[in-house]
């Protein structure tokens, strides 16, 4: 007979055993008919939040439309090349973004599959709908994650860091679940319970009182009940990371000013020191560049070179580079898929901050060695004919697309199961 | 006049502030439920002079320019130093709301105009709110952060005209009827209306702090905008900025929209039912019928029988920067912000705690603020908040003079009863007073028994036990789920 987490607290109370550990019954208890899951399949969710400009990300080179919309943003062919000459040009239509030097290389070795024109039926300019539209996969943006949909399927009662979300404060709404507690960390080093340091012997009386109160029964779908599941399973958590992950080394440096690298190191270091850990996610922001995207504080000339849209895909380009050295030093590269997106990409046409406004359909990569490289979808037109009232494109690929190919393709999941309906396989796996 | 209890009070002090001392929980109960609130929200009454001679010595803003003395950390300090020791809990907590409202970061700003966005908010936070958004629009602050100074004639950033409707006034949608409240077209004729919004330094003005809002003419679109056709609100003319405040604020939508914000933030989140619909529409009346005063709005709300109810009793999550203030203020923790001389880190230790908690105070995540309630709680920021009750019940009394956060071996005196049970039981009363069951009661009385070895050796309210034992039982009830919710 399973012993409830009630019973277990009237078993308990009064009788605190030194260093008691949580039972295996919490861990194990919901494990039921799963969907099937592979620890070496694993996915790194990147979320480029704000609103990447797709159109300056892979350039539509031979539009002449391009250049008439954006006067001051737009590359032109002679640009699309790095700093030591290495040409940037996809194909004779798209060329990249001289800061994505790495990726261009990624590109060539066909570990890279750019899935052009994804979005989304009548597009939500607003970010926070647009994000919710993307972690829901539901176009009213409500409801549980896609993640924390897939996670209720398929990894309920696994160890607690299967999934993580890694690096920020906050953890995204993709992760949303109705029973599945997904961890986020920050930082190893402060993912830990500590007492007084004066009387260490007091720790494990402490620790005991901590997982009795978090084992308690709390109402269903109550507000406590939530807080008290996230603080039973950041107490387990805590104990994990604190027993795996200074086995990591690595002999790749992560540069310390780019933020990106930074949570993907960590992301390195999950996956080389929890075998589990399988669902990893990762945010960078700043990409709302309505002013300033490119430089233009130098004698007021514009300089596409540098600027906020530059520093982010440099960043971006280079830390995927390392991460994916980090991988292949640890025999894991042939087991990471991953995947970026934001929430809209950028209008067509330049504003004069030199910037650009909210937009809707844009670009994605897929990467990674178990990705099939090359060019997917369809760029949109930016002809002005076939724009929309906002001036902005028409998307041609929907992202639940690329989520179905991952889900059914990659995570062995039952696609339909997590998104609602079928979509088509958009062939990069 | 309506009584109210101690726990009452308690809740009240809870949501219009941050947390009191059993003295001043007594003294509010005392007042009744309006002299209550009344007592709370004329702030400007209450004798703060300890406060104002507190900051006078702590901080030096006289130059914005002088960096070791006027950053974000200290601009940091500097809140937190009000919130923990002000007298005037609901001048502080309402500047908050209007931070999350209208949230901005120095990020983008810099901490000069975040500082002079942060005056406005205080004092102006119980203003008519058109008033006060109007001062906020025109605040460098905001036409830094959502592009307005770069939004021209001819070719208009959107930025602030969307989040002024989606975000600061009436939502995408009526958050009663669900009716959508405007179209992309009025982002982009609203756009037009605040073209050529600037600001700068006057030159003969000797105060750096002192910029102005200007209109630059030749920037700004002086022709037709048509906003809102076809709905009751249709306007069309040369409008500016100004009037288009003027016309978002008269509609009930802004009415509602709100209601719910204040509603989320001070008393329990609403549901789509038709019951908190109604409890919408009551308090839109409110806004409506008085001028659209803040001061009525939230007179009203935190009078009524909804902010009163058991409903309401804990339904909210402690926001980081209630977590840490109420704490303190509760337990009757001892607060030294240290001074601008001393650079050490010490003296910033609360605003550090808070961005571990997940609120770092002038730099919201974005325009859409904090994401509050649940949105607090994961498991980084659970642990985080344990460790910071750690902090705070273990910091034990060193140099009264040294910056920084402890808890004095004579407050815990105070705490300990003669046994454990009633010393248990007093301070879930003073950490709340909080609603823990039986059972869970028994093992924190366990735990006041219990030796290194797991033996039970009983309770005695003596020094040792007080500074091991005690200190131990504040973090441990510090991290019960109760303890999170506000």
Not at chain 1, 100 to 125: C, R, S
Not at chain 2, 442 to 453: A, G, H, M, N, P
Request: proline fraction near 4%; hydrophobic fraction near 40%; glycine fraction near 8%.
């Amino acid at each position: 007979m399973p012993v409830t987490r009630r019973q277990f607290i009237k078993r308990s109370a009064g009788i605190v055993t030194v260093g008691m550990v949580v039972p295996r019954i919490f861990l194990s208890e919901a494990r039921a008919e799963q969907a099937a899951f592979s620890p070496q399949q694993k996915l790194v969710v990147i979320q480029l939040a704000g609103g990447n400009d797709g159109f300056n990300t892979v350039v539509p080179y031979t539009d002449p439309r391009y250049y008439s919309l954006r006067p001051t943003l737009a590359f032109k062919e002679s640009e699309l090349k790095t700093t030591d000459g290495h040409s940037m040009l996809l194909s004779n239509q798209f060329g990249l973004h001289p800061a994505l030097k790495e990726i261009k290389d990624f590109y060539d070795a066909g570990q890279i599959a750019i899935v052009l024109g994804v979005g989304y039926p009548n597009p939500n300019l607003s970010h926070f709908l647009s994000m919710d539209i993307w972690h829901t996969a539901d176009l009213g943006g409500v409801g549980r994650g896609w993640l924390g949909k897939y996670a209720d399927v398929a990894l309920l009662g696994r160890s607690n860091l299967t999934a993580a979300s890694i690096g920020s404060l906050e953890l995204p709404k993709s992760f949303s679940a109705e029973k599945f507690v997904v961890p986020n960390i920050i930082n190893f080093s402060l993912y830990n319970f500590i007492t007084d340091p004066n009387y260490p012997g007091d720790y494990n009386n402490q620790l005991n009182v901590i997982n009795l109160a978090t084992s308690r029964a709390m109402p269903p779908g109550s507000v406590i009940g939530s807080v008290n599941s996230s603080a039973f399973q950041s107490l387990i958590g805590a104990q994990q990371v604190q027993r795996s992950v200074n086995s990591y080394s690595s002999s790749v440096v992560y540069p310390q000013n780019n933020p990106l690298a930074s949570g993907l190191q960590m992301v390195a270091q999950l996956m080389a020191t929890v075998p589990e850990a399988s669902l990893l996610y990762v945010q960078m922001n700043g990409f709302d560049n309505h002013s300033d995207q490119i430089g233009n504080r130098q004698d007021d000339r514009a300089n596409k070179l540098i600027g906020d849209h530059a520093t982010l895909l440099k960043w971006f380009s280079e830390a995927i580079k390392l991460f994916h050295d980090d991988l292949t030093e640890h025999g894991l590269a042939d087991q990471v898929l991953m995947l970026q997106w934001s929430e809209f990409g950028r209008r067509p046409g330049e504003n004069a901050s030199f910037g650009t406004d909210h937009g809707t359909a844009a670009p994605i990569f897929v990467m990674g060695n178990p990705v099939k490289g090359g060019l997917y979808g369809e760029q949109p037109s930016i002809a002005a004919g076939e724009l929309d009232t906002a001036s902005n494109v028409k998307f041609k690929v929907d992202f639940r697309e690329v989520y179905a190919t991952i889900l059914d393709r990659w995570l062995g999941a039952d696609s339909r199961a997590v998104l609602g309906a079928q979509y088509p396989n958009v062939g990069f796996l | 006049m309506a009584n109210i209890t101690y726990d009452e009070a308690a809740h009240l002090i809870r949501r219009m502030g941050f947390g009191g001392s059993p003295d001043e929980i007594e003294d509010l109960a005392a007042r009744g439920r309006e002299g209550a609130v009344d007592y709370l929200l004329n702030y400007e009454q209450i004798d703060n002079r300890g406060l104002d001679d507190l900051v006078r010595t702590s901080f030096d803003f006289s130059d914005p320019t002088n960096f070791p003395k006027f950053n974000r950390g200290e601009l940091q300090r500097w809140w937190f130093t009000r919130m923990t020791v002000t007298r005037r809990q609901f001048e502080e907590k309402m500047t908050l709301f209007w931070h999350n409202h209208f949230a901005t970061s120095a990020s983008k700003t810099g901490d000069l105009f975040i500082y002079n966005q942060n005056l406005t908010l205080r004092n102006h936070a119980l203003d008519q709110f058109d008033s006060l958004l109007l001062r906020v629009a025109q605040d460098p602050a905001m036409l830094l952060w959502l592009d307005g100074v770069t939004n021209v004639r001819g070719k208009p950033n959107e930025n602030f005209a969307r989040e002024l409707q989606e975000l600061f006034t009436m939502g995408i949608t009526d958050v009663v009827t669900g009716e959508p409240n405007y179209t992309e077209e009025d982002v982009k004729e609203i756009s037009r209306a605040f073209t050529g919004w600037k600001f700068f330094h006057p030159r003969i003005d000797p105060n750096p702090f002192n910029y102005q809002f200007v209109v630059v003419d030749q920037e700004h679109d002086n022709t037709i905008k048509s906003i809102y056709s076809g709905t009751p609100w249709a306007q069309t003319g040369n409008l500016d900025g100004g009037d288009v405040i003027g016309i978002i604020c008269a509609r009930r939508a802004t009415a509602r929209y709100l209601v719910k914000k204040l509603f989320q933030f001070f008393v329990y989140p609403l549901d789509a039912t038709p019951i908190d619909k109604a409890t919408i529409e009551k308090f839109a009346d409110v806004y409506l019928s008085r001028n659209h005063s803040i001061k009525e709005l939230v007179r009203a709300i935190f009078t009524s029988d909804e902010f009163f109810s058991e409903r309401a009793r804990f339904a909210l999550v402690k926001s980081p920067v209630e977590l840490i203030v109420g704490a303190i203020r509760m337990l009757g923790a001892r607060y030294n912000p240290g001074t601008s001389a001393r650079e050490g880190a010490s003296n910033n230790t609360l605003a550090a705690i808070s961005i571990f908690l997940g609120q770092d105070l002038f730099n919201p995540p974005d325009v859409a603020g904090w994401k509050l309630n649940l949105g607090w709680i994961n498991t980084s920021t659970l642990l985080n908040r344990f460790t910071y009750a750690d902090l705070l019940a273990i910091n034990r009394t060193r140099d009264q003079n040294a910056p920084g956060l402890w808890l004095s071996h004579e407050q815990l005196k105070s705490f300990a009863k003669k046994n454990s049970k009633k010393t248990v039981k007093k301070l879930l009363s003073v950490l709340g007073p909080l609603e823990v069951d039986g059972e869970m009661i028994s093992v924190l009385r366990t735990y006041l028994e219990t030796d290194d070895q797991g033996n039970r050796i009983g309770f005695v309210s003596d020094d040792f036990t007080l500074d091991k034992k005690v200190r131990g039982l504040i973090h441990l009830i510090m991290c019960l789920s109760e303890f999170q919710l506000n």
